[in-house]
Each structure stands twice: as structure tokens, then as C-alpha cells.
């Protein structure tokens, strides 16, 4: 007898449940669409416990007749699409017909609406999957859905939960995502009792980002508006210097929808590149408006990946919109201000350089620089590859290779089995040695690296890489010692967080703490840092520090370990900390820094993964230049070699 079975449609609307709905924010995005879709003015979230004791979304919009409420619970019913062709050109945020049926599936739900016009309305409810009866009720035109006991059903699922805050974080999110879409609409958010978004109808979406990630950044933005053939195109891009260390802040609407597209997250990064370092990311708000058949939007059970027709071309627009204004736009000081100094930076092996010498005319000779390279940078035509000439470390052999090596172009991504080694290998040892009395003979070359001779061969060190590998063993040796002296600032340093972020700082006070960073909240969407570690006072902006901290939490979920919090923030301190690539050493800073470099030795890689020196061996260089024939030829004269 056979072993297949029909599943029951409840089984059914469960599984598919757990495709859309992941926890209570994935429950308030899909009320939120349909509270946009049936045209409200007004929407209210209620949220208790997080989400998981209630999740009720109220709006003024088009409301539901009797009879068609116990349809809209009911699995692929939907009043949105009729035919397949609709399928094709899909107007609303909703189609699928299935979030009430999931929701319900999994939770105790209410669903009370009135059409405009009409009565009291009626209710009806859903408990696990289970109808209940329809019954008259006394509401205003509009729809509620209150939503209690998320996974009741599904007990695993429903441990799988974070805290309260957490799940607020991502409710916000998920509002956001709506909210900045739909200006012309209110939202409202209250978490038990309390209102934690209250945002009326706004005639600019920078009002929107103000609202939820603070004000500095909202009135920063640069507009950018181009008509293109495949479709509109309007956004609000951040000046260079407002990069962060993930991608979150790069949001991307498609006809009011938030999508993740690959290709014009790379167009935006892309536009960017040059302008920021490489491993920031910028931060934009790009609204694309194109035909509803150009799109498909029935690819992702939760339609965050789209299809785009024009795909390509739209990432051309979207590439050459940014970088046409950029070039008109003075982001040149703020630039200045990502690239600069910190200020007073007052560490022995890295003063500050520009007290030392012409002062004012080296910064402002600099920001000149600044902008005649991006000017230059802007006006070149995009380049399609990653391709540039540089050394590469080769970390995956030792082996040599061929002899033109060092001048080929090699790709970003795959490094070839190099000439250059990763230092200190083991047999390597004493090139530390080497450059501790190496004394003048090092050098600062393209402001970015220290090049030494050692007994066998030539070093090359990252300046900045080996500075931040410097302050993040001081650092840690210290912390060894005892929470790290902390220095209260004289103003605060204000950082403009969201629901999310506050909740991370503040499950993590006692980390910081250690650290040496107090802190506490300043209105409802900054805080005020009011203290900072003594060691690194006047060398890395708190406000940078923190930011880099969350931006990497907000990358890396629910994973971390306080242990992995403590150390990142050791990291993120030193690399605003450090000299940068481009700041121009003294010669005795030079020689400061290098004679540090035993404190990078166990690893020979910045905190971030990166390698802090290279050494190019002697007998490497002299295979390189064919004057190795010593050891293959040694009956030849030593003073030339045989084919010179
Ligand atoms: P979909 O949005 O994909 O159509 P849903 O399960 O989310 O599927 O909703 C089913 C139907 O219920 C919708 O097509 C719509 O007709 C109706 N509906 C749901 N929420 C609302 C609301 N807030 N106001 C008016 N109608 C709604
Ligand atoms: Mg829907």
C-alpha cells in the first residue's frame, strides 16, 4: 500500500506559514502592505511583549463587506489579482492571497472591518487555522487585525524568539521599510503603551529618515532626480563621509516596494567607489518608479528579490544619476571631515602632523587634492571590473611564479599564488629584528606604506593595518590589567541610533563599560556618549566608533557572544584609531611605528583580517632580476649577471 498522502490544508497554510512569517516583524510587514493597499490614510501598530503577546495594525482604508472577511482568511484569497495576465503587471503590495490565512494558521487572530459608508462592520476570527463564527461588531470604517500568541502552534518556533527589543528592532525595521515608501501616509507604533514612532503625514521623505535615523544624516542628504527611459528615478544619497560598515542603510524601492536587488546595490556602491573607502558602504534611498509589467515580483515568498526588465539599463541610470551629481555637488569638506585626522591625536608614535608643519596650507593643499582626484575620478567613464595593478600577497603558496608578476593586473577577488609572501613566516623570524635597528632606512612611500630593509629583503608595511594591529594589543593588554580608565568627555559625543541599535548598546552596557564608554539617552532616537577610554581621548571619535559597532551587530543578527561584542569593539576602536592610508608620517613616526611592529608579530594581520606586512625575499628579488645564478651556475664571474 502506497505511503503518499495529500497533506490536510491546514498542514498546508502551517508550511506555508513558515515561508512568510519568521517572527512577529514579518507578521506587521504583511498588515502594513495591506493597510497601504486598501488606500489608508492612518495606520496604528500596536505591539505588546515584542510582538509575541500582540501585534494589532488598525487602519482607515476601504474595509472588507461580511462577506468577504471570512474569504480574506481563507488561503489564496485575494481581491488583488483575477487573472495570470494580472500576474504580470502587479499594481498592489500584496497578490499572493496567503499572509491572513499563515498568520492565522499559526496565532489566535481577530480581523474586524467596515467598509466606508456602512455600520458597526463585522468580525471574525481564526485560532490555529480554526474559523470562528462571523459576528456583527461596532467599528469604524477601516480594518483591524489583532494578532495574539504568535506561534502558539509551533512551541519550537515560537522559543526561537529573541527578546522583547530585539523583535522591536525588527518591527521597526519592517516599519521603516513601509513608512519611508508611503510619506503621504501616518504611521504610528506603540510597544506596550508606550509610542515609540509617531509620524504624521510628511511632505519629504527626508522628514521619514529623520525619524528614524536622526536628523544629522536626514539633513545631508543630497537629492538626486533623473527621468530615464525604463522608468523614474528620484533618491536622497549621503555624503561620503556618512558611510557605514554594512549595507542595511541602503535602501532601494521598486514602485513603494523595499527590494534587495543585487545589480543596483553594485550600481550604488559602484557610484560611490572612490569617494569612500573600500570596505564602507554608503548610504542611500533610491525610489525607481517603473511600468508594473516591467517587474516581476513573484520570484520570493516574501517578494523582497524582484525581476526587473531593464535591469541593466536601469543600473546604468542609476550609476550615472549618482555620479552626475556627485560631481555638482560641494561634498568636498565633509569628505575632508571622513578622511581627516582625528583631531589632536597626541599618542608618541603617531603626533599630530599638521600642527608640526605649514598648517593651514598643507590642509587646505590637501583638500585640494581631495577634490581634483575626485573630480578626476568622476569624470572617468565607469570602469567595468575590479581590475588594478597591485602587489598581491600570495597566501596560498610560497611557490614562485612566473617573473612578470608584479606588474601584472590581478582581479580583486582571486589572488594568485604570489612572489610576495605573507610576513613573518616561520623561517622568517628575524626580519623583525632586521627593522627594529633598520633605522633610517625606512621610508614612507605613496603616504600609505613603510618600506625597510631587513637582513633578507625588503619590507612592506601597511601603515595603517600595523597602527590599528599596535592600539588593539595595547588595548588588550590593558584590558587584562581591569576595565580600561575611562575619561568623561566634556560635551557628549551624539549618535543618532534607532529602537534596535539603543536596545543593542543597552544589553551591552556592561561590555562597554569595561571599555570605558558610558553613555545614555539622548532624546528618543540619540544618545549622548559621555565617556570614552582615556587611551584613546583626542585619536578616535566615539560617535565613529559606535557607529561601526552597530552597523557590524545589525550585519551579524543574533550569533554574537559577549565575548565577540567586547572584542569587536576593541577592533572598531583601533581602526579609528589608527593613522589612515594617506596621512603623512614623520620620519620618527615612522620609525615609532615600525619599532611597535614585534606587537603584530603573532599574526602579521590587522584586526580585520588583513595583513599588516609583506616581505619581498632577497633571494626572491634576485631570482626576479636573474642574478640568482650564483646557485645555478657557479662556475660565472659574481660581478655580472650572465645575459647583462
Ligand atoms: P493579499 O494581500 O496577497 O491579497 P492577504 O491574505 O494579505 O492577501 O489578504 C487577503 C485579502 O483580504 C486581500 O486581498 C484584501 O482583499 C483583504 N484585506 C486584507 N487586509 C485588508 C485591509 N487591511 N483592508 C482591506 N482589505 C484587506
Ligand atoms: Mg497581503
Redesign the pocket.
Known amino acids: 500500500m502506497g505511503v503518499i498522502r495529500k497533506l490536510d490544508p491546514h498542514l498546508v497554510n502551517q508550511i506555508a506559514a513558515g515561508e512568510v512569517i519568521e517572527r512577529p516583524a514579518s507578521v506587521v510587514k ?2 502594513l ?3 497601504i ?2 488606500q ?1 490614510a492612518h495606520i496604528d501598530v500596536a505591539i505588546e511583549d515584542g510582538g509575541k503577546k500582540l501585534i494589532r495594525v488598525q ?1 482607515d ?4 463587506a461580511a462577506d ?1 472577511l471570512a474569504l ?1 482568511v481563507a488561503s489564496h ?4 489579482l483575477t487573472s495570470s495576465d494580472d500576474l504580470e503587471r502587479i499594481a ?1 503590495l ?8 499563515s498568520v492565522g494558521s499559526v496565532s489566535q487572530m481577530v480581523v474586524t ?1 467596515c467598509r466606508a459608508g456602512e455600520v458597526g462592520g463585522h468580525s471574525i476570527s481564526i485560532d490555529g487555522g480554526r474559523l470562528g463564527d462571523l459576528r456583527a461588531a461596532g467599528a469604524a470604517p477601516g ?1 483591524t ?1 489583532e494578532v495574539r500568541n504568535l506561534f502558539h502552534t509551533i512551541p519550537a518556533r515560537r522559543k526561537f524568539l529573541k527578546t522583547e527589543a530585539t523583535e522591536l528592532g525588527h518591527i521597526v525595521d519592517a516599519m521603516a521599510r513601509v513608512a519611508l515608501a508611503y510619506p503621504q501616509v501616518a504611521f504610528r507604533l506603540t510597544h506596550n503603551g508606550r509610542t515609540v514612532h509617531n509620524l504624521p503625514r510628511a511632505e519629504d521623505i527626508r522628514e521619514r529618515v529623520s525619524a528614524f535615523f536622526g536628523r544629522q544624516l536626514a539633513d545631508q542628504l543630497i537629492e538626486i532626480r533623473s527621468d530615464t527611459p525604463v522608468g523614474g528615478l528620484w533618491g536622497l544619497a549621503a555624503p561620503p563621509s556618512e558611510s557605514r560598515a554594512s549595507t542595511r542603510m541602503q535602501y532601494l524601492f521598486v514602485n513603494g516596494r523595499y527590494v534587495r536587488d543585487r545589480s543596483l546595490l553594485h550600481a550604488i556602491r559602484e557610484a560611490y567607489r572612490g569617494l569612500i573607502e573600500s570596505n564602507r558602504q554608503p548610504v542611500v534611498f533610491l525610489y525607481l518608479t517603473v511600468p508594473a509589467n516591467d517587474i516581476d515580483v513573484n520570484v520570493h515568498p516574501t517578494k523582497i528579490e524582484v525581476r526587473l526588465r531593464s535591469g541593466q539599463q536601469l543600473y546604468r541610470e542609476v550609476l550615472a544619476a549618482l555620479r552626475q551629481r556627485f560631481l555638482t555637488a560641494d561634498l568636498a569638506p565633509r569628505i575632508e571631515d571622513g578622511l581627516a585626522l582625528p583631531a589632536g591625536r597626541t599618542a608618541d608614535n603617531a603626533p599630530p602632523h599638521a600642527e608640526s608643519g605649514a598648517g593651514d596650507t598643507d590642509a587646505q593643499a590637501r583638500e585640494m587634492r581631495i577634490r581634483q582626484s575626485m573630480a578626476d575620478f568622476l569624470r572617468a567613464p565607469p570602469s567595468s571590473s575590479q581590475q588594478r595593478l597591485s602587489f598581491k600577497r600570495g597566501d596560498r603558496g610560497t611557490g614562485p611564479s612566473g617573473p612578470r608578476e608584479f606588474a601584472s593586473p590581478v582581479a580583486d577577488t582571486e589572488p594568485p599564488p604570489g612572489d610576495l609572501q605573507t610576513a613573518p613566516s616561520p623561517q622568517r623570524a628575524p626580519v623583525a629584528q632586521g627593522v627594529e635597528d633598520a633605522g633610517p632606512r625606512a621610508v614612507q612611500l605613496h603616504n600609505t606604506y613603510l618600506v625597510a630593509e631587513t637582513d633578507d629583503g625588503i619590507l612592506i608595511v601597511d601603515q595603517h593595518a600595523l597602527h590599528e594591529r599596535v592600539i588593539y594589543e595595547e588595548l588588550r593588554s590593558r584590558l587584562g590589567a581591569g576595565p580600561l580608565e575611562s575619561q568623561r568627555l566634556l560635551i557628549p559625543a551624539v549618535l543618532d541610533v534607532t529602537q534596535r541599535e539603543r536596545a543593542f548598546l543597552e544589553e551591552h552596557g556592561e561590555q562597554l563599560a569595561r571599555l570605558g564608554v558610558e553613555f545614555e539617552p539622548f532624546g528618543t532616537a540619540s544618545i549622548g556618549i559621555q565617556a570614552f577610554p582615556m587611551m584613546l581621548t583626542g585619536r578616535a571619535q566615539p560617535e565613529r566608533v559606535l557607529r561601526d559597532l552597530l552597523d557590524w551587530a545589525a550585519e551579524n543578527g543574533g550569533k554574537l557572544t559577549v565575548d565577540d561584542v567586547l572584542d569587536e569593539l576593541l577592533h572598531r576602536m583601533a581602526c579609528r584609531a589608527a593613522v589612515k592610508a594617506g596621512d603623512v608620517l614623520t620620519a620618527e613616526e615612522v620609525q615609532s611605528l615600525l619599532a611597535k611592529r614585534h606587537m603584530a608579530e603573532q599574526t602579521a594581520t590587522c584586526p580585520h583580517g588583513r595583513p599588516t606586512s609583506l616581505v619581498l625575499p632577497r633571494d626572491e628579488i634576485e631570482r626576479q632580476f636573474h642574478r640568482d645564478y650564483r646557485t645555478t651556475r657557479p662556475e660565472d664571474d659574481d660581478t655580472l649577471p650572465p645575459d647583462a
Open positions: 504583511e498588515l502592505e495591506n493597510a493597499d486598501a489608508a487602519d482604508g476601504l474595509g472588507m468577504d480574506a484569497a485575494t481581491s488583488k498592489t500584496g497578490f499572493r492571497g496567503e499572509a491572513l490565512a472591518s480594518t487585525v
